[in-house]
Every structure is written in structure tokens, then in C-alpha cells.
């Protein structure tokens, strides 16, 4: 199979040697995306901002790939402080519906640029 690089300037653009997403087949693979903004790539403040900044950058992402959150068939999310997993509850519940994905929280040291969160994900489209 072949695999289909997926970009938009909807979302921040790499700030590594990685692709924004990568589709193979029905598969979508979302790379993490972190709370910049994607005009200025300047980090927006604060936790409540950032984890809607990483839903509008991820949903971006995966309207590039002609698709949605609904496919969303697993979210990782990476966090600098746990405590802050129920804002990202909320959130999360804006963007994604049920049936909801699998998902896995992950309490982390750090995140690049000072980043307070990162959610990257799979999706599955037909």
C-alpha cells in the first residue's frame, strides 16, 4: 500500500522531521499536535486554550484528510500535569461524540515549546 502525506495550513505546521498525518489505506495517522496557533506558531496561554487549541488543530488536520473526530478510533493525549485531565474531558466532549474513541492519558516530564498538552490519533475512514 501506499501512503498519502496529509498537510493543511489549518494546523501548525511541523516543527520536526514528521508529516501532520499520514494516510495508508483506511488508516489515518494524526502526528501530536501541541497548542500553537497556526498563523502566528506562537503557543497560545494557559491550559484551557491550549487543549482547544490541540482539538481545532487535530480537527483541522483530519478535515485536510477528508475527514472528521467522528473516525476517531483512538486519541492519545499527553500531559504535563494530570491534574488538568478533566479539562480535557470537557473539551474533548465538544469535539468528539459517542460512541467515543479509545483514548490513553499520559502524564509526561515535558512537551516541546513549553507545551501543557498533546493529543495526537488514529482514525479509521471507509
Do not use: H, W
Not at 22 to 40: A, E, F, K, M, R
Not at 66 to 72: E, H, K, M, N, Q
Not at 86 to 102: D, R
Request: hydrophobic residues 50%; contains cysteine; glycine residues 8%.
Amino acid at each position: 500500500m501506499s501512503k498519502k502525506i496529509i498537510a493543511t495550513d489549518k494546523a501548525p505546521a511541523a516543527i520536526g522531521t514528521y508529516s501532520q498525518a499520514v494516510q495508508v489505506g483506511n488508516t489515518i495517522y494524526l502526528s501530536g499536535q501541541i497548542g500553537l496557533d497556526p498563523v502566528s506558531m506562537q503557543m497560545v496561554e494557559g491550559i484551557d486554550a491550549q487543549i482547544v487549541r490541540v482539538f481545532e488543530n487535530i480537527k483541522a488536520v483530519a478535515e485536510a484528510a477528508g475527514s472528521s473526530l467522528a473516525d476517531a478510533v483512538k486519541l492519545n493525549v499527553y500531559l504535563t500535569d494530570l491534574g488538568n485531565f478533566a479539562k480535557v474531558n470537557e473539551v474533548m466532549a465538544k469535539y468528539c461524540s459517542q460512541p467515543y474513541p479509545a483514548r490513553a492519558a499520559v502524564g509526561v516530564a515535558a512537551l516541546p515549546r513549553g507545551a501543557l498538552v498533546e493529543v495526537d490519533g488514529i482514525l479509521a475512514v471507509a
